[in-house]
């Protein structure tokens, strides 16, 4: 069973196959946390109980006699506010007397098999209830009545657990949570580094790594999105790991908004690591009876270094996140007009761009922004989503029929949150977007958020959304989100639930999302926000790729994708071949391969030799699929750590195939340059299918793939496909 409780000693502990995690009831209840680490036997564990410290200047709790427990100075399960632990808490409520003083305890617990959903929150599930096992722990804070259940859901076979809380109103009296963090884990040293992916508009998902000091560090978003300027990914891992070597825990919130990961190093040198919503902002009434969950954070542990940790997010990811249709099957190969048109398109250009992807061997064209309404630039009307049959030159039906007649998809863009100040709705409601009373509401992009916390409000765009799906062949739709939220406040919602809205927007957003593809189960939504500027777990629960960046030169694109695969699977990267100048086709497409591949340019620039690389590059597509989206990622040269060139590879699941590209960003030395694999079986053979020469894994491992016989100027690259000699 990977989830005991030993009554006797009172503990917890909770095994995936590499990993163990343990919590103790101590006494007066409290849940401390004992140990997350590589996985250990259930023997002898009351040697890891907690054996009391005091701390001076720190209030001690009264019952516990001889001052041996003082709340700062040990290691929480889920910490409170204001009784006595002076770190950064994970749970906060503020009582109907006006003091935030907050202490759940352990009442009781139970253990079973499967993995509940959250309402509605997107989370991971179980494919089927033997892949998961579950605990949820029942605290109370006597004093109030405030129940806090912890939920713990440990995907044993993966390495992986999950961890969110559900608060229960079980007073007569209205309180407001004003901190309610996904998780908290209190290490008992601070020798790691912290890992976070930071960025901006085009250069997302940086890797920033430094080693944790005392005081608090942070990465965070208060822009009402994840963002692409901080990612609610982050690692801590052993100060000398590696890719390939050392402890490496990695966690994750399956949201897509407002989030906060914090490490605090306290004065003995204990780390603690909290994930969950952002509290700077955040408050949530909550009357009795009523219930509030938070969203879910997933917990990774590998001793096998950075890379591993990584690909356990992804097996994880690939098979309990993405769901529906285009979860195994393969996805089709797209081309996007955005970037060689704009908004300056009609129907026939869209059917002109089809027919030479058709030739080429494209599956489906999408059309970008600028169909509908009055959108001829990116000043107009968003809100208005009526076919602008003009344009298209008749209606969308006959559009996407010329388009299916040439044997291709159709796929549509929307915004769906947001609002052009120039358009027929907002010259109907004003109060519809995000904004407080009497203030100038900040523009961006010449647009405002819709105010997706409204029930109205939703309703009135689901319905138009649903009026063009539902007799339209819609087969794709590239969900896009262009600002970020400011003057976070709502017309729908009193004054004493402001707090709320951020989080309301989203669970609004999810809402909708939701909606859609349970109406429309065989469409495939690619999420995107201005590139990749929510590149989350909470959209991927809805969207099995998410357009990685609006950055598409290939070499800016290695940091993005590099970066992006510290927690997310390749085929949820959407990445695709443009018109950019620095590197050849050859580069474009070999980058490109890496994720759910696509183009967006015009086809019918391409010239004659152009067209057979595509061709060429279009059957590699359909070679290398399973390999690159079912099989496991080695980030072999990082470009953050060489300036010289990046190469990676991906290997199936049973060591019979693997694809290494490698990529020159300046030009290198000289000197020979052997290229170690990894991942392959040291004891098989493998054929380089391009030269059929034959070479052992553990050649390719140990010695490496000599890259002298290939280009060394900037801007090249190689692919390598090797198959095992049976
Ligand atoms: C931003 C996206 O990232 C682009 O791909 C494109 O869809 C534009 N928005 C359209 O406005």
């Known amino acids: 069973m990977p989830i005991i409780f030993d009554s006797e000693k009172k503990i917890f502990k909770l095994d995936t196959a590499n990993s163990s995690y343990v919590i103790e009831i101590y006494d007066e209840n409290y849940l401390l946390h004992l140990y997350y680490g590589a996985k250990i036997p259930d023997y002898n564990l009351k040697n890891l109980k907690f054996k009391g410290g005091f701390a001076s200047f720190s209030p001690v709790n009264i019952n516990i006699e001889d001052g041996r427990f003082s709340p700062d100075n040990c290691t929480f399960e889920y910490p409170c506010e204001g009784t006595g632990d002076f770190r950064l808490s994970a749970f906060a409520v503020r009582n109907a007397d006006g003091n935030n003083s907050t202490d759940v305890r352990y009442v009781s617990h139970k253990i079973y098999n499967g993995k509940p959903g959250i309402d ?30 912890l939920y713990y859901s440990v995907f044993e076979k993966l390495g992986a657990m999950t961890r969110s809380v559900k608060v229960i109103n079980n007073s007569d009296k209205t309180v407001e949570i004003e901190r309610i963090y996904s998780t908290c884990v209190d290490f008992q040293t601070s020798n790691y580094d912290m890992i976070t992916l930071y960025g901006k508009w085009s250069k997302e998902r940086n890797v920033a790594r430094r ?3 005392h005081g608090r560090q942070t990465a965070s978003s208060k822009r009402g999105s ?20 050392g402890e490496a825990y990695g966690f994750n919130l399956v949201y897509s908004s407002n ?3 914090d490490v605090e190093v306290d004065q003995n040198s204990g780390s603690r690591v909290l994930l969950g919503i952002n509290p700077d902002g955040f408050g949530w009434k909550l009357e009795p009876g009523k219930t509030f969950s938070s969203p879910e954070a997933v917990m990774v542990y590998s001793d096998k270094g950075i890379g591993e940790m990584s690909r356990i997010f992804h097996r994880l990811y690939r098979k309990h996140l993405i769901r529906g249709k285009w979860k195994d099957i393969k996805r089709p190969l797209l081309i ?36 509908f309404g009055n959108r001829f630039d990116d000043r107009r009307a968003l809100g208005d989503w009526q076919v602008n049959e003009e344009k298209l030159g008749g209606p969308l039906s006959y559009l996407i029929e010329r388009i299916n007649a040439l044997g291709l998809k159709f796929g549509i863009w929307y915004e769906p949150e947001m609002i052009s100040r120039d358009s027929n709705l907002y010259r109907e409601h004003p109060d519809w977007c995000i904004h407080v009373p009497n203030r100038e509401k900040s523009i961006a992009r010449h647009q405002y958020v819709i105010d997706f916390s409204r029930r109205d ?27 970020n939220l400011s003057e976070i406040g709502s017309a729908g919602y009193p004054a004493d639930q402001q707090k709320e809205i951020a989080h309301r927007f989203v669970l609004g957003t999810y809402e909708i999302m939701d909606r859609l593809t349970k109406d429309f189960p065989d469409m495939l939504i690619e999420n995107c926000s201005g590139g990749g500027g929510r590149f989350d777990a ?34 949820t990267m959407g990445a695709h071949v443009s018109a950019s100048r620095r590197a050849g086709y050859e580069t474009k497409g070999n980058v490109a391969l890496w994720g759910s591949f696509g183009y967006e340019l015009d086809p019918n620039r391409f010239t004659e030799e152009e067209q057979v690389t595509i061709k060429e590059q279009v059957k590699e597509y359909h070679k290398y699929y399973d390999v690159i989206h079912f099989g496991d990622l080695y980030r072999l040269i990082s470009p953050f750590e060489n300036h010289f060139r990046a190469a990676w590879m991906f290997v199936s699941e049973d060591k019979n195939e693997a694809l290494v590209t490698s990529v020159v960003m300046r030009k ?10 990894k991942g392959l079986d040291p004891e098989k053979y493998y054929v380089d299918e391009e030269t059929n020469e034959v070479y052992s894994g553990a050649l390719l491992m140990n010695a490496g793939l000599c890259l002298n016989e290939f280009s060394l100027d900037d801007g090249t690259s190689f692919k390598k496909y090797f198959k095992s000699v049976k």
């Open 668 to 677: 290198p030395e000289d000197r020979p340059f052997f290229l170690r694999l």
């Open 120 to 149: 509605g929150l997107p989370s991971l599930y179980a494919s089927d209830d033997s892949d998961v096992t579950t605990l949820e722990i029942l605290t109370e804070d006597k004093v109030t009545g405030i129940q806090a259940i």
């Open 211 to 213: 080693p944790l000091a």
């Open 336 to 371: 996007n007009n955005w970037e060689a048109t704009g908004m300056d398109f009609d129907g026939d250009k869209i059917v002109s761009f089809a027919k030479k992807a058709a030739e080429l061997g494209v599956d489906m064209i999408v059309m970008d922004d600028g169909w």
């Open 226 to 245: 994840s963002s692409h300027h901080q990612n609610p990914f982050g690692a801590i891992v052993a100060n000398d790991a590696t890719e390939d070597f």
């Open 457 to 483: 409000v939703r309703d009135y765009i689901y319905n138009e959304m649903y009026k063009v799906l539902s007799v339209n062949k819609v087969d794709y739709l590239k969900w896009d989100f262009n600002r």
């Open 538 to 571: 909470g959209m991927l629960y809805y969207s099995p790729q998410i357009w990685t960046s609006d950055n598409t030169d290939p070499i800016e694109r290695l940091s993005i994708q590099f970066g992006t695969s510290m927690c997310y699977p390749a085929n």
């Open 259 to 261: 989030f906060s990961f």
